[in-house]
T-cell receptor, first 114, second 113 residues
């Protein structure tokens, strides 16, 4: 178990709705990244937060947004949900913004958009 | 973004060594080579990482080619619990601003009893 917790574990939403996913990072980790994993695919980078600021973004539209709080926990918000947003959303935390550290992943939130 | 190439699937027998290859011909000098694995219905799990030298830890060994254009993850004695998708990833840094993980489709490892 990594110490990274995500909630909820499963969620069903209707197209057009908005959703908020939550992540508590491992103790002492100030960097949180979010990934989207479609069925049968590898995770795709959405964005990263470092000390409460967005610190890099993948190829996702602005309706994907996030927050990081002073305790380094984080939220992923998705507006105007589309059917293609159905996926496993993963949060990963790490202690430094370098390539020389491992990232610890949560178990993910399975989002289904109907 | 630098990319990696892995076989789609591999098969091994229990208690035998497994060598999982990865090609990363466009790797840059500052990219670390990371390996993660993902069991069904779970988030990815860190396995090992390295820069230039071979690395060993309790889970596996990582052998890195001298030109760094390829690497091999070695599981010394496969167990049924090692059946998973294994991802070879280049951990990139852009001016220190972000060090995202770029996942490919990975190698699905099947372990036969």
């Amino acid at each position: 178990e990594t110490g990274v917790t995500q909630s909820p574990t499963h969620l069903i939403k209707t197209r057009g709705q908005q959703v908020t996913l939550r992540c508590s990072s491992q103790s002492g980790h100030n960097t949180v990244s979010w990934y989207q994993q479609a069925l049968g695919q590898g995770p795709q980078f959405i964005f990263q937060y470092y000390r409460e600021e967005e610190n890099g973004r993948g190829n996702f539209p602005p309706r994907f947004s996030g927050l990081q709080f002073p305790n380094y926990s984080s939220e992923l918000n998705v507006n105007a949900l589309e059917l293609d947003d159905s996926a496993l959303y993963l949060c990963a935390s790490s202690g430094e913004r370098t390539g020389n550290t491992e990232a610890f992943f949560g178990q993910g939130t399975r989002l289904t958009v109907v | 973004d630098a990319k990696t190439t892995q076989p789609n699937s591999m098969e091994s027998n229990e208690e035998e060594p497994v060598h999982l290859p990865c090609n990363h011909s466009t790797i840059s000098g500052t990219d670390y080579i990371h390996w993660y694995r993902q069991l069904p219905s779970q988030g990815p799990e860190y396995v090992i990482h390295g820069l230039t030298s071979n690395v060993n830890n309790r889970m596996a060994s990582l052998a890195i080619a001298e030109d760094r254009k390829s690497s091999t993850l070695i599981l010394h004695r496969a167990t049924l619990r090692d059946a998973a998708v294994y991802y070879c990833i280049l951990r990139v840094s852009y001016g220190g601003a972000t060090n995202k993980l770029i996942f490919g489709t990975g190698t699905l490892l099947a372990v036969q009893p």
